[in-house]
């Protein structure tokens, strides 16, 4: 059995954000089922129309998680005992629209949705449209790092490094997204058009990291 070495390489990539992601979460509720999905099915109608002003196609607009759930409260009775009370259906919509890196576009578009009758929670993140060249960056330098953590042990142990044997890696999605926080508080929302300027801004790099563990014979 060959004498073998593992060693796990580490990694790192930095590139500016080059995309922008913005997220809405609509809610609607009612004591009716259909009531609660007609508010729901206007919500939608009302931010599609706010979009679409400005440029954005219907299908622009992404569905990342729809949900439609029953809700209680928890009512004390005369007796001092907690019940259930029915409060009605509550209907969950997580929506996003993408668009490439350009504040004055950033803003029109809040803008336009600041003025949508739905008023739709936002998130908004700063990302790259193409996570693949990252992605061989950082492989890349895993690699590059797991060699040369292999060649330095293999010499200060007086042996010499030989075929790489194996590769594990965990493909899992990354997280790439710069850390600048952009938030805009609910009553910046309802200032009118003409008041909501375009601030420009320089988002942080997005650095990112990954690992994966290689095994070399050694001699």
């Known amino acids: 059995m060959p004498r073998t070495i593992t060693v796990k390489g580490m990694g790192n990539a ?16 009612n004591n009716d089922y259909d009531e609660t999905m007609e508010l729901a099915d206007k919500q939608i109608d009302y931010l599609n129309a706010s ?16 949900n439609v759930r029953t809700d209680y409260d928890n009512v004390k009775d005369k007796n001092g005992n907690y019940k259930r009370v029915f409060n009605g259906y509550v209907c969950s919509h997580n ?35 193409d996570p693949s060249a990252i992605n061989k960056d950082l492989l890349k330098s895993a690699t590059i790092n797991a060699k040369e953590k292999a060649e330095i042990l293999c010499e200060a142990s007086n042996v010499e490094l030989g075929s790489l044997l194996s590769i594990d890696y965990n493909w899992g999605e990354l997280n790439i997204y710069s850390h600048t926080d952009y938030s805009l508080a609910e009553d910046c929302m309802a200032m009118p058009m003409a008041k909501m300027s375009a601030i420009e801004i320089e988002p942080d790099d997005i650095d990112v990291s990954d690992t994966a563990t290689f095994v070399w014979e050694i001699k």
Do not use: H
Request: hydrophobic residues 40%.
């Open 14 to 29: 930095k590139t500016s954000p080059d995309y922008i992601v913005i997220s809405m979460s609509l809610e609607a509720q």
């Open 95 to 129: 929506l996003k629209v993408e668009l490439d890196f350009d504040t004055k576009r950033l803003a029109q578009t809040l803008s336009s949705i600041s003025k949508c009758l739905a008023k739709p929670e936002l998130t908004i993140r700063f990302t790259v449209k």
């Open 51 to 66: 979009l679409e002003e400005i440029g954005f196609e219907k299908k622009a607009v992404k569905t990342t998680n729809f």
